[in-house]
Nanobody, 125 residues
Framework: QVQLVESGGGLVQAGGSLRLSCAAS????????MGWFRQAPGKEQEAVAA????????YYSDSVKGRFTISRDNAKNTVYLQMNSLKPEDTAVYYC??????????????????WGQGTQVTVSS
């Protein structure tokens, strides 16, 4: 069992930056691919970014490519999402999620067994 706890959300002006953190319990974090998803009001949940267990493979949605960066520190059981040049359309609840490493697409939320409680990110114009 893995428990995930996100932090770092908040209110920021357009063009600003935030860094989200997701701390994982347990000693098997290094075996998990980790992803960040978001859900805005009235919209479906979407994959934002993901990293393989060894950070060799990453995924970014087109909407955040070049602005967001996912990273992880397996020694600290933590995955990060650095968000730069934020836009009002980035406003959403952001969730981190984990799955045992597999070859399936990072963006499929159904592959992730473990989820955090979410952290709100609000970008004002």
């Amino acid at each position: 069992q893995v428990q995930l706890v996100e932090s770092g959300g908040g209110l920021v002006q357009a063009g600003g930056s935030l860094r989200l953190s997701c701390a994982a319990s347990g000693n098997t974090f290094r075996n998990y691919d980790m992803g960040w998803f978001r859900q805005a009001p009235g919209k479906e949940q979407e994959a934002v970014a993901a990293s393989s267990w060894n950070s060799r493979s990453t995924y970014y949605s087109d909407s955040v490519k070049g602005r967001f960066t996912i990273s992880r520190d397996n020694a600290k059981n933590t995955v990060y999402l650095q968000m730069n040049s934020l836009k009002p359309e980035d406003t959403a609840v952001y969730y981190c999620a984990g799955r045992l490493s597999s070859g399936t697409p990072f963006s499929s939320r159904y592959e992730y067994a473990y989820w955090g409680q979410g952290t709100q990110v609000t970008v004002s114009s």
